[in-house]
């Protein structure tokens, strides 16, 4: 939530020259039907984005509309959960802080965004979702550096270069908590929160010998987020904190024309993540905590068998090590498909667990490639095995050993993708292939989840066909369909097993069809139309009922566009999506032991929020000023001020409802200043 | 975590107002379930009394049908009690204001720690150990639910720590507070020093047994007049509630319940 009126920007600039992408994603080699890639610069042109261009991801083809303060980039009916965000190959566990309005990554450390929302090639997989890819920015020859400021925010960058030797070191900080909250009480400090978070990354890039690279690749990142309802009845008292941390750092050793994906590759990272959540509502509590240690490689080698055909064989390492803890009820935090009411008082259960879980997920993956006449034909194979060890099969119990349990899953990955050229500017493109996601540790808990759960899987299939009218625009429409396998859910029984409050006999599905249309810039004009018609059910138990799942949007258009002449430039952002999903309040019970009324709900999923509709625009004029060069621009979130309604509250007896409403409209005015 | 999210939005101020009066008794309801004695074990015999007020004061739930619910909640279920309890059910007694029924003998494997042979996931008590038997209660087209604390064992623990938490453990009694005074600016309700019961429990995370002492909510009532919060947390010896209309004339009625799940009315002279 960046409420302000005033951001102000300061510093200096130097881009990078980064080489266009081009409009065909391969995601390292395949040709991905409804893919996209962005340059950062081209996203900073995005209104809506609050001054940082990864946010804008959030609305790029393929994703469904995020809620509010989550971030999340849900891609083609799965979550936001499953999809995995990755810069230079180093797995990050969001692209956002909490909140979600401020990335992970500073933006000028970033040249481009890829986002493959399916049926990426076989050196990729543990995601059941898409895949968004980062690509950090080359370091340009000199010293440079940038320095940005605005209502919320600090963030910079200084890098030196010198031929193919380089150093670029960027961070952020957000200073508005620092400076804001010692002036206020402190039960306004509670209410009305500022996020606290920071996050910076350093890469270093050596030539070794005539074409051998090697690029170091850091990053680390931290959040705190407290809030508090400090209502006199207890019964209404709700409190949230939140800690999250992230650490990464990963080298890449590169051999000749490894860019072009040929020649060898090898990349060597290690991480940390840790996280505490504590929530308390209505006399409930539920804490739970991670700290994990992970490291991973990733080696893959290219070569062209011949002038038309292509190899490529790699591996795929990642091996973590998870301490946890949790404390509470099974029922908060909530979990996908739980007919979760905003506002429900949970159940006062009180449970508690520490548990550990190593895992090892090993991938080795070839991929041949060969072109026949207009058809580029890929097939590729990841033979991938996950060993999980789990510290305790049984809930604890005092004085008893505990008892560990393993268990080891093969997952054999094909993958297929083609490509016809129809002619100069039209051309068909398919893929397909097999995924899986490995099983949360969170979710392997004896007293909270069940510690036999191995990974989850699914089918995704999509195909379309890409006309390029001209070198800057395109147009693709793409179908796609996705089956999920194995799915962890809650046990439908009214007394699960012992160690079985989860079980993986969920099943999922999605389809749909998207159109995007894409002006690369043109005499100033650039931007997309994106148009996404699909569907995402969940079973949760064998012959049961299919339902809507929660990130299920039937309608999501989005159109974007900038214009640049001159020293002016303007942009504005449409987006319309169908409203999500929610199972209905028909009723309330009392409970008199907690004098509490509980919703009764109707069929599971079978609501929906009133569709989020919002049109964000900004205009912006340079000039020069004392040799320094100035910009003056104004954004304004919602121009039309549409009450969007972001959630469904209730009165304290459900007797009425009303709903939460999202951002109003909402002006922000920035001064940058470049020299 | 979609609550956590929306719930930054909520605190910045876009919620819709409701202007919600819990404790205003617009029309009759049901303000508490006595449970006589509040704790049980299997197969003892309970007396649960309904009580409802409304406009006009106290209001006699004569009518009130009384059932118990047999279903535990699946996981697959967010609320206190499961749906199979809201359909119908067969009658726990007659018809009226009260009811006195034997706690069902397998109260403490449906809502307890005492599940059936086969290794089944043992029931999660509450912040005081307490586990519970839902009752059922329709009245004047609402559905209300009692809960009556069960006694069982310790559950999945310890020997050694199943029989300290068995000789140790005190069962609950229902709070006795002394009046209700209503004041031209306040509410306040007195009990007597110990009101506050200690007990024992079988902490989760240590996997022993500790010494807890109960928390006293006070839910208010009143027939006119708003007050400032409809519930207080309670202290030692009472609690209190400020009137925001002094002038207004009204009944006022105070349910103090502790944390174990034995509650008391008071009603103002």
Redesign the interface.
Known sequence: ?R?FLLALAAGSAAAAEEPDAGTIVRADRLAVPGATSFRVDELEDIPGGQGDALVGLQSAPGMARA????GDLAVWGTAGADTRVLLDGLELPSLYHL??SRSLVVPAFVARAEVVPAGYGARWSRALGGLVLLRSAPVPDGLHGEAVTDGTDAWGAVSLGSGRAGARVAGHASWLDAVVSPLLAPEARE???FPRSWDGQAKVTLPLGDRDQVEAVALASGDDLR?A?G?????LA?S?T?HRDTFRVGLTWSGSDAAEDAGWQVTPSFGRDARR?R?TAA?A?AQLGFERWSAGLRASYGTDLAPSARLALGADLLVSDTSADR?G???L??RE??????G?A???????D?WRVRAADVGLFGEGEARLGPVELTAGLRLGAVATEVSAVL??????VPIGGARLDWVPEPRLAAVWTLGPRVSLRASAGYVHQDADPMDLSAVFGDPRLGPERAWHACAGVVWRPSDELWVEGTGYARALESLVV????????????LVQDGEGRAFGAQVVLRQRPWHGLSGYLAYALGRSERL?APGGAWHLA?VDQTHVLTAAASWRTGAFRAGARLRWATGAVRTPVV?????????LY????GALASARLPAFFQVDVEAGYGFELGGARLSLALEVLNVTNHANA??A?????YS?Q?????VPFLPALSLQVER | MRWAGVWVALVAGCAPPFDDAPALLESPRLIAVLVEPPEAAPGERVSLRAVAAGPAGLVPATEARWSLCTAPVPPTETGSVSSACLGDLSAAGPDGETLTVAVPANACALFGPETPPGDFRPRDPDATGGFYQPVRVDWSGQIAFAFVRLRCGAGRVATDVALEFLARYTPNQNPRPIDLVAGPERLVVRWPAGTREPFVRVDPEAQRVVDDVEAITVSWFVTAGPVATARVAGGEEGAEVERLDPAGAAAAFAVVRDSRGGAAVVVSP
């Open positions: 939530m409420w809620s509010p303060g989550q909140g979600g209410r009305f929160p809030l309802l209502e006199a009845d207890p019964a709700r949230s939140e959540v929530q006399g509590t404390r009820g099974l029922k935090p909530p498909g739980d007919p979760a009411v905003f429900q949970p159940p006062d259960e009180l449970a508690f520490s809930p604890p119990l005092a004085g008893a809650r046990s439908p029984d009214a007394t699960p097993r012992l160690a079985q409050a949760d929660d009723g309330a019970v009392w409970n008199a032991r907690r004098d509980e919703p009764i709900l972001e959630e509250v209730y009165s304290f007896d009425r009303g709903f939460l409403q999202g």
